[in-house]
């Protein structure tokens, strides 16, 4: 009998889990080893297979439990789990830019995606990249050449939280014969899922939310079989880029409770957006949930919520917003987003992007990861650092 894996809740519980075969334990097994038993007569076998359990790092027993959730709750045939998100992002470019290729991607993008097209793939393999405001769908159109080959988005965009319309990307990526890759690490899949808006590939840092409890890192990219096999072949063998297998299993037990986790982000972090706008000390607040979101509409439509990362800025000088963040109490001053803690960075305004961003981030921007404590304890942890700058 097939087992009944209908709603994305019972796939985040069930999918990629199953009864040990030796013990009867009802969890898969963490299985931490290196190589696999080889067949008797191994003579015809491919050594570099990603489908066949050889090596761990052509792929690993726990990397495929958890290929296997991933691609069910985005909706994908297929799914490639490696080492971080960035490894995941840069074996998709890998993958499918070479010499002749044109990409356009977000201006706002994740900093290593930002470097890897602005910087190092047109100065070591003369690939051409095109920064765009993708929230601008004639800008897009306008950068469109005969060569591209890859539109990479990023929405909601980090640090911005700038959103691009997925579906009329997708349709304008169709129409030249490009791939359209999403990254999606701020939404989740339970928030947003990019496959259903037409997009070829979906990126995530596991690292972030499907994890969710700040103790692994993994990236994966979901999409249909014959594209995932590619980036398998090329980047996940030869660029060894591999996930540890306890990394992969803690990333499935964190999974089981996204969409609760998810649900708790998004509604706190819709609260304190509210909180921190109607604030007087503070100059601006980018939350995709806000009605003055310029991109609000287009959120609404791709998302079914907004998730828990906002940027915002206090009408103050940055030594001011320093002293902000290292007088907080309950919110941890850390990189990162998506942990079950709230964490807070002031970025200044040398981040090397800073001229990229919306004007409101001029300068310089905090961005905030909401966790899963009382919404109620963490807006009295900003009051309280608020007063402490004597704003
Ligand atoms: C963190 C992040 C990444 C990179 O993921 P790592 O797991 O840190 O390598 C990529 N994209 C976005 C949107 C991120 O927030």
Known sequence: MERIETSFNTKCVHTGNGIDKETGAIRRPLTMANSYKLPEDASTMNWSSPDQLVYTRNTSANQIYLQEKLAALEGGEDCVVLATGVAALSGLFFTFLDKDSHVICSDVSYVAVYRLLNEYYPSKYGIETSLVDTSNLDEVRKAVRPNTKLIHIETPGNPTTRISDIAEIA???KSVGALLSVDSTF???????PLELGADLVVHSLTKYINGHGDAMG???IGRKALI????RQAMVNLGGAISPFNAWLIMRGAVTLPLRMKQHSESAMTIAEFLEAHPAVAFVAYPGLRNHPQHEVAKKQMTAFSGVLSFGLKADADTHNRFVNSLQLITPA???GHDESLMVFVGPDDERNHLYPVSFANGHLRFSIGLEGADDIMADLKQALAAVGL
């Open 171 to 173: 349709a304008i990526a």
């Open 187 to 193: 939404a989740s899949p339970y928030l947003q899922r």
């Open 219 to 221: 990236g994966a990219v």
């Open 229 to 232: 096999d590619q980036i398998k």
């Open 335 to 337: 990189v990162s987003v």
